[in-house]
């Protein structure tokens, strides 16, 4: 039996495997409101043993994209209860992500037409996709300390959000370029303040967050995901390896329930980090840095090795929503289509067949 099917515990929760499935962005929440479609997405995959939904802002300001589901209203949680009554109807547990977008923002995404917020007045060089078409990222407005006690705030609502919609915790977002790791990164914080210029300055903010929101629902609930050296969305480390052994150093002792590591050739820090995290440690696995998706066979050789307690994917649960029995089997594994990634109805979406089906 492949090491991917055995059980494991992850903060307090039991899993029946160590399959997860990775937050992934798929921009079909109109309004910010998950639906019906959505529901039945996720139900599909309740055989994972941990489904982390996509990423799910916690404020108005922290929209990065069109159609991304909000976790900021009695409205917004009475709709994701939709969703986690039908994943644990099905026997499965979920997590949401919640993410922050920062600069990775637009004004055409918030009412008042604001700038995103940022930990520093640096523009990203990258675009937003609307139906008008591709709009640049402006340049973001720095936080004031007003600006950081809000946000840390938002997180904490929502995650008591989250809570009320049925989740069985929360992911923050620390990876892919977005606020909490805008703040990590040294191309991106310049500031001179609490917040800025050492690393352990530069690590504060994710460790006020952590913490924050541990205290507001309990630290096993809690989990953050992190992407040492990743160059999405303009982000350029200088100094991945010293940082990122700092930030767990600094989070150990609050007793989270994960630490979620999003790899980009980066294998040697997350061993580091591995040997430096008291807790449960999820993979997406990328030991080399091409854009090809991870395999199965990658998942097991980084259990076997002992890096991480579970393994996320991400294209394979979106192609096989029945991945645990197609992991069983041997195979074989259906192929996602990227041109239904984001936005649509349910093609791409929910129509994706299982094992069972292509028999």
């Keep these: 039996m492949s090491d991917l099917l055995k059980p494991v515990t992850i903060g307090r929760l039991d899993l029946p495997n160590r399959l997860v499935m ?18 039945e997405y996720y139900g599909q995959r309740s055989g994972a043993g941990l489904i982390i939904a996509e990423g799910t802002q916690p404020c108005v300001i922290g929209q990065g994209y069109i159609d991304t589901p909000g976790l900021h209203s009695p409205e917004q949680a009475a709709a994701w209860r939709k969703v986690t009554d039908e994943v644990h109807g099905r026997g499965g547990r979920i997590f949401v992500q919640l993410m922050h977008a920062g600069r ?13 917020l940022a930990p520093s007045a640096i523009a990203s060089g990258e675009r937003l996709y609307t139906p008008q078409g591709l709009l640049d990222h402006p340049t973001p407005r720095a936080m004031t300390l007003d600006d950081i006690a809000r946000a840390i705030d938002d997180f904490v609502t929502a995650a008591r959000y989250a809570m009320d919609a049925g989740f069985d915790g929360v992911e923050l977002h620390g990876a892919s370029g977005y606020l909490i790791h805008q703040f990590l990164s040294d ?13 352990e300055r530069r690590i504060r ?57 999003s790899e980009y050739g980066t294998r040697p820090i997350t061993e580091e980090l591995r040997a430096a995290w008291p807790g449960s440690l999820l993979l997406n696995p990328h030991p080399g840095a091409g854009d090809e998706p ?15 307690d579970a393994i996320s994917f991400g294209q394979l649960w979106l192609a096989n929503p029945d ?10 594994y259906g ?24 028999r």
């Design 187 to 199: 191309n991106t914080n310049r500031r001179t303040d609490a917040y800025g210029g050492s690393v």
């Design 294 to 308: 991870a395999t199965v066979t990658d998942g097991e050789e980084a259990l076997a090795s002992g890096v991480a």
């Design 335 to 358: 192929k996602a289509d990227p041109a239904t990634f984001y936005g649509g109805d349910h093609r791409g979406y929910t129509d994706y067949p299982t094992l069972e089906e292509t």
């Design 104 to 116: 990775i923002g637009h004004p055409c995404l918030y009412p008042g037409g604001e700038l995103p």
């Design 205 to 261: 903010f994710a460790v006020e967050v952590a913490r924050a929101v541990g205290d507001a629902i309990g630290p096993a609930r809690t989990g953050l995901r992190i992407s040492p050296g990743i160059t999405y969305n303009g982000m350029a480390e200088s100094d991945p390896e010293i940082l990122y052994p700092a930030l767990v150093r600094a989070l150990a002792p609050y007793g989270l329930g994960y630490l979620h590591v």
């Design 22 to 39: 990775a937050p992934m962005t798929r921009s079909r929440a109109r309004g910010g409101l998950v639906g019906e479609l959505t529901a």
């Design 323 to 332: 991945l645990p029995a197609r992991v069983a089997a041997g195979g074989p």
